[in-house]
Every structure is written in C-alpha cells, then in structure tokens.
C-alpha cells in the first residue's frame, strides 16, 4: 500500500518481514483482562507491550461523590479476593483525617483477617501460575484449599469475598465464639497442606527447568524499575512494609522476610508460597498476643467530615506496596483519593524481563510479577 | 416476514400427514422396491449348511434363533468385522471412550474433586456421550481465508489414519488383526509419519497465526520424536529378526521384551509421549501460549472428529507398546472354558423352550487373549494419563534437547545391549535360544 493514501498524520509501521506480531488478549486464555503486544522472532519475543485498561472502573473519581463510610465497599473491588487489604491504607488514611484511635483487639483481628485475606490472593495467584504452566493439579488444589481460609473469613465477616470488614475505627463485627480454636485448627491444616505443594509443583525438575533463569531480573533493576513486593524481594531485596513501616499490631509481631537471592520467575513464584507460610506464623502470635476481650470499634458520628488536611498510608498487600492517598477539603465525602498499587508498578518492568525469552517462557514470567489486572486498572 | 407461528388447526394437521404418506408410498414403490431388487439380483447370497441364504431364509431365524448362531459365525469371520467392530475401529473406539471416562475421573481423584457426576446417575457415566450430542450440534465455523478443502479435510484424515494405524494392531492369537503385515512395524511408522503432515496442513490452511505456531511445534516435536521412537523399536527387531507384529508377540511367550530391553521401553514410551501430544509434551496445544494451538480454529464436530483420533491413536500407540513390550496378547489361562454339554446339545432359552447348539461364538483361547491384551493395555493407557496429573508443560527448547540428545543417546545405548545379547548367545534371533 503506498503511504499517499493514507490520511495526514499516519503511517504504516515498518515491521521485519521475520517478526509476527501476536494479540495475546483480551481473549486469550493466557493473558487475564489485558492484552500483550508480542513480536516474535520465530520463537524468541523481539517486543512486548503489555496494554491495560480493559477493566478501568473509575474508583477513585467514584470516591469523590461518597462519604467516608459510603467508600468502603467499593474500594475494595479491585481485588475481591484479596479486599481487607486492599481497604487497609484507606481506613488507616481516615482514621488520621478524622483523629480516631482503634482499639488494641482490633488492631489484632485486623492483622489476622489481612494475612487470612493475602493467603486467600495468593492461593488464587498460584492456582493460576499452576495452569499457565499446563499443571491442572496446582490448579485444583489451591483453588480447593482456599476454601478453608474463604469459610473462616465467612464466619468472621459474613461474606466470601468482598467482606467490607474494615472500618475507620476498627472492624466492623467483633470474632463469633470459639473463634480461637477454629482458627487454629485451620490455619495448621493449611500449612501442613501448602507444604505439600513443594512436591508437586516446586520440586518438580519440569518446572525448575523451565522456570530457572526466565525472565531474570537483577537487583539494581528491580530498584531501579519501581518494583515491590514479592517481585523486589525475590530479587535479593530485604524491603516488606509489615517490617520496615509497621502499621497497626504487626509492630509486635515477629515476622520474617523471606528474600531469594535469583530473581527469575522460579524464585518469583517461590516468594509469595513462603510468605503464605509466614503469614501462618503471623496469625498464631497474633492470637497469641491478641487481647481476649474488649472494644473492637470506636462509634464514629454520622456523616464525619474531616479537616483541611491530606494523607498517604500504605500497606504490605499480597502484590507488594499498596498505598492510598486521601485529601480532605472539610466536606464528608474525600476531596481525592488516590490508590498507588502494586500491580502496575511491577507491570513496568514486564517489557524488559519478556524480551529475548522464548514465546514458551511468557506465560510464566508474565504471572510469576504477582500482577493482578483489575488493581492495575483501578 | 412473520416471526408468529401460524394458527393451529387440525384439519391442516391431518392434510400434512397424509401427504407425507402419500409421498413415502409413491416414492417407496417407484425408487425403493426396483433398487432393492436390483441388489438382490446382483449380490452374492452366502450358502449356509448348503442352502442358499436368501432373504426367506434371513427371516425365519427370526422364528428359530438357533439357525442364527451359524449366520454370526460367517459374519465374525468377515474382513467387514474385522474393520469394522473387533479388532478394528469399534473396538478401539470403545476403549477410548472409557479412556476418557477412566481420564476425567482418575484426574479429578488425584485433584481432590468428583469429575463428571450427574449425567447418566452413575458418576457421570454418560459425560461422553452427552458432550458427543453437544460437539455434533454445534456450528462449525470456518475463518473466511482459510483454505477451504484442506481445512474440511484435515479431521477427516487425522481420523483415517488413526484408524490405520488402529488396523495394524494384532489383538489375539489367530489372525485377530485387520492388516496381517510381514512389514507391519514398518507399516506403522508409515502410518505415524502421516501425523505431521496432517496437523502443519490443518494449521496452515486455517490462516491463523496461534494455529500456524502449533502446527509447526507439532511439527518440530513429532518429527523430532519420531528418531527415538523408531531407534528404541530396533532393539526389539534385532532380537526377534521380524518386522511382523503377530510374530514379535509370539516371540515373547516365555520372556517380555521388557525385562531384556527397559531402557529401549523407556525411551520408547517417552517419545510415545510426545508424539501423543500428551502432558507435559501438549506444546503444540499449549492453552496459556497459544490459545488451543492447532486446533483453535476447529469447531464442532470438527473437533470431536480430532479428538476422537487423537484417542485412536493413544490406543493404537499403548496397544504398540504392548505387543512391542508387554507380551501382548500372552498369559496365564484365566478364561474359564465352555461346557462341552452346551456346544453339544445347546442350552435351553425363551419362554418356548428352544435348544441353542453350537455356542459359544468365540473360542476359549480367544477369549483369554483379549482379556489379557485389554488388561495390558489399559495398564499402559493409566501409566500414559498419569503424567497428565503430575507434570507441567515442558518449554520447546527443552523439548528438543530431550529428543535429539538424551533419547537418541538412549535408543543407541538400548540397541547396543540388544546386540550384545544377541553376539554374547544369550539370545538370538527369534527368541530364547
């Protein structure tokens, strides 16, 4: 086609007669709601171009037009399956707008439900890494597994996913009777369980020699890139917000930071399966110390309406930082919020960890950075 | 144009069938009895017991259901039945279907859920046949550019070599297989060599680009695969000396080929692996990669057609590994025999007593032997399902690796023991010396 009859302004893109270019997505069965612009060189990807946006929901335009209670359910939408924390930085951003102070027994049923609701994620992560690589039994089991934790959030909460359990001011419903035994006999199950996924799937020679030294990521790159989370750490970098910034009880709570040292898609997807078994560890000292008794909400007042004032909280959430910036102009509802998440910050650096990998390795290195498209598109 | 049904009324109702009827009659006697009389005037009637088996005669076993009995001896020992239902296509088919049956619930075993449950009351025993109904409902839908003739015929012929492949499979002692080949092992990778070619023509002619990247890994793998799977095949012709199947059986009455070769059965059954495009060597159908791979663009039957031969030939390749490996047909006499009384004097049946004589249809020996040949080979069909449960997707560099490294090193390693068993007088040609 000559380039006169096309309309000022455009041009054809001159693509090497050898480059394919590929739509994976939106419907595809490997790309989630997102598309990747992939150009092969016969096996080997040349480029890609990861485009989000096909779930955008305008939460934060919505916040502006509800008050600070009228927020609550909606802003965890983003990540159903993963909503105490996706809520956390707003209500900990409220609670300083409006000068409340939680209760200490909540403070701990909000550690405990945050770390249910990130194993919770991070089953659902892993059961789709399981299929990504073509393992339907890691499929199956995690998405089976969760369940436990999902019936125990039910009990607390009243709902499956999206619980709309945090407040400003503590949570919403005090733990039902026998809440410690349950938990307890539960949660040791699930780990004895998640310890038996290393048989299947991480000691697999199949996936190690398909993952190892997949779409590599140094740790000068990983800072340098923005990334966060499970992401970062697997690249060597000893950061986690429960640790460095704690908020809430996680101050008292011994937890470790699990870091590998490789920072390719196999250590990548290792991470986040450590980290559900320290979140195990964190929910037993947290019933532990937890106070049997008391207040687990302050009543706020109808309609409260905060100062001329602005805050930024964040949050470790299953995919990394999660941060939440709220302005107040003296009305009830928040002049802006803003969500920083993880998901988009490690999308970043997904161009450069694609190029030069096999076509095989994308679906593995595009799941193994703990992205979840509808965070990202908020 | 009116999309509301016309009014009902009975004497429309009446005046439809019985114009139907008078079109079935006019049609049924001026085209129907002089093509049916034509047959009968062409066909060669078979003689049974001396008397020529005309369509009289046909009817009365409707009367006397002994005289039945010499009628389906005939047909058993026709070609069509071979083709057709024993050791052929029915056969297979039948198989394959309780493969996918034993497949979808052991998988769902192993990953702590039920499977198919609700259709046909027990465990879902009619999931196939329900998902068969649907598949052949369904539109087919053909890409605009694709290449019309090809893209129709590529099932179709994915299917027929299946069932090649399926005919050259000898099932029991006797002369129980389609195609009785002195060539038969070469006549098999013949067949297989077909593979390839089908699936690159299905994925070029849909002139898709996820369906055109699976055909040529198809491609790559199964021509890759194919070396191992002929070399680890050598081992066992050096130590028989024949290419015949019937005779590579007969040769392993005492001992399987198994206990003096593992390494060429090991290899062997990997490259089967691959060339059956199960997990972890589904690359060619890759879902996450590439959408279905070659088989994206097939719809509807068409892909029940693919499906079907992709379980033909899982069939065809345990049945291989069987009379390769396992013995095929031989074992112990488990079969209990026949009363001699009843082949005499006949059993007695029906509400009018009636005396059967002549049964039982199939020899004892027969028998025995299918039994142990289905029982082997679902043996092998369970060891090549179980990777499914157990394995993730392997990378295709990796893949080739495996082939052209490792297995062809293997399948040499495995033709030199066979060798040495033959100079060193262990064995010879032909079995145990």
């Given amino acids: 086609m000559s380039t006169t009859s096309l309309p000022p302004g455009l041009q054809i893109e001159k693509v090497d007669e050898r480059i394919m270019t590929l739509n994976v997505g939106p419907q595809h069965p490997g790309s989630g709601h997102m598309r990747i612009i992939v150009k092969i060189d016969g096996d080997y990807i040349v480029d890609a171009d990861p485009d989000p946006g096909y779930v955008h929901r305008g939460e934060e335009k919505m916040a502006e037009y509800r008050n600070y209670i009228q927020n609550i359910p909606h802003l965890e939408r983003p990540v159903i399956h993963d909503s105490c924390n996706v809520l956390y930085p707003y209500c900990l951003g409220v609670e300083e707008l409006l000068g409340i102070s939680v209760p200490e027994r909540a403070k701990y049923i909000r550690v405990i439900a945050s770390e249910l609701n990130r194993c919770v994620y991070t089953q659902y992560w892993l059961a789709i890494y399981g299929i990504f690589l073509g393992h339907s039994t890691m499929f199956m089991w995690p998405a089976g597994d969760r369940e436990l934790l999902i019936d125990m959030l039910e009990k607390m909460t009243g709902a499956r996913v999206t619980h709309a359990y945090f407040v400003p001011g503590g949570v919403r419903n005090d733990v039902p009777a026998n809440f410690e035994d349950m938990l307890l006999k539960r949660v040791n199950y699930f780990e004895k369980r998640i310890k038996e996924y290393a048989a299947i799937f991480y000691d697999n020679p199949i996936l190690i020699s398909r993952t190892r030294d997949a779409g590599k990521l140094s740790r000068e790159d990983a800072i340098r890139l923005g990334t966060t989370g499970s992401v970062l750490r697997a690249s060597g970098v000893d950061y986690d917000l429960r640790v460095k910034e704690p908020y809430d009880a996680y101050g008292e709570l011994d937890i470790k930071v699990n870091t590998l040292k490789e920072g390719d898609a196999y250590a990548r997807s290792k991470i986040p399966w450590l980290d559900m078994l320290e979140s195990c560890n964190i929910i037993r000292q947290a019933l532990q110390k937890m106070p049997k008794s008391g207040s687990v909400r302050v009543k706020l007042k109808p309609n409260p309406k905060g100062g001329n004032d602005e805050v930024y909280k964040r949050v470790e959430s299953g995919r990394g930082s999660l941060g939440c910036y709220v302005v107040s102009r003296s009305t009830a509802e928040p002049y802006r919020v803003k969500m920083s998440v993880g998901s988009f910050r490690n999308l970043i650096c997904m161009p450069y960890l694609l190029k030069g990998e096999k076509l095989g390795n994308m679906p593995a290195v595009y799941w193994s950075l703990n992205y979840w498209p509808v965070e990202a598109d908020r | ?433």
């Avoid at chain 2, 179709?156 to 092992?185: H, K, Q």
Wanted: proline residues 6%.
């Fill in chain 2, 1 to 433: 144009m009116s999309t509301i049904a016309p009014k009902f009324r009975l004497s429309y109702f009446i005046k439809s069938i019985t114009d139907n009827a008078f079109w079935a009659v006019l049609l049924l006697t001026l085209i129907g009895i002089p093509f049916v009389m034509v047959i009968l005037f062409y066909l060669q009637l078979p003689v049974l017991g001396k008397r020529l088996l005309d369509p009289y005669l046909a009817l009365t076993t409707l009367a006397d259901p002994s005289r039945q009995i010499p009628l389906i001896k005939s047909l058993l020992q026709t070609e069509f039945f071979k083709i057709a239902a024993f050791p052929g296509f029915g056969f297979a088919a039948l198989l394959a279907a309780g493969t996918i049956f034993v497949e979808r619930k052991m998988l769902a075993k192993l990953q702590l859920r039920v499977g198919p449950f609700y259709c046909g009351k027990i465990e879902g025993i009619l999931q196939l046949m329900s998902d068969g109904i649907k598949l052949l409902s369904k539109e087919i839908i053909i890409p605009a550019k694709a290449d019309k003739p090809i893209f129709w015929a590529a099932p179709v012929l994915f299917v027929a070599t299946a069932a090649a492949f399926v005919s050259l499979i000898p099932a029991a002692r006797g002369g129980w297989v389609v195609a009785d080949a002195d060539v038969g092992l070469l006549a098999v990778f013949a067949v297989i060599g077909f593979f390839p070619v089908i699936t690159v023509l299905s994925a070029w002619s849909a002139n898709s680009k996820f369906p055109f990247i699976g055909g040529i890994r198809a491609l790559h793998q199964m021509v890759s695969f194919e070396i191992p799977l002929i070399l680890s095949v050598l081992g066992v012709v050096i130590l028989t000396g024949t290419l015949n199947l019937t005779e590579i059986v007969e040769s392993q009455y005492t001992y399987w080929w198994i206990i003096f070769l593992p390494i060429g059965a090991i290899v062997f059954f990997i490259a089967m692996l691959a060339e059956l495009e199960r997990i972890p060597f589904d690359l060619p159908e890759a879902e996450s990669e590439i959408v279905a791979g070659w088989l994206t663009e097939f719809s509807g039957m068409m892909y029940g057609l693919v499906q079907l031969g992709s379980y033909l030939k899982l069939y065809a390749f345990a049945g291989l590994f069987v009379v390769l490996f396992l013995g095929g047909w031989s074992g112990p006499n488990i079969w209990p025999p026949f009363p001699q009384e009843i082949i005499d004097k006949g059993i007695e049946m029906g509400p009018i007593t009636l005396r059967l004589p002549g049964l039982p249809l199939l020899d004892q020996q027969m028998l025995n032997d299918v039994l142990w040949f289905v029982v082997k080979v679902v043996g092998v069909i369970f060891f090549i399902l179980l990777p499914r449960g157990v394995f993730p997707r392997i990378r295709i560099d990796l893949l080739l690796h495996i082939g052209w490294y490792k297995l062809i090193g293997l399948a040499f390693v495995n033709i030199f023991i066979a060798l040495a068993l033959v100079y060193a007088g262990v064995l010879g040609p032909g079995g145990i010396l």
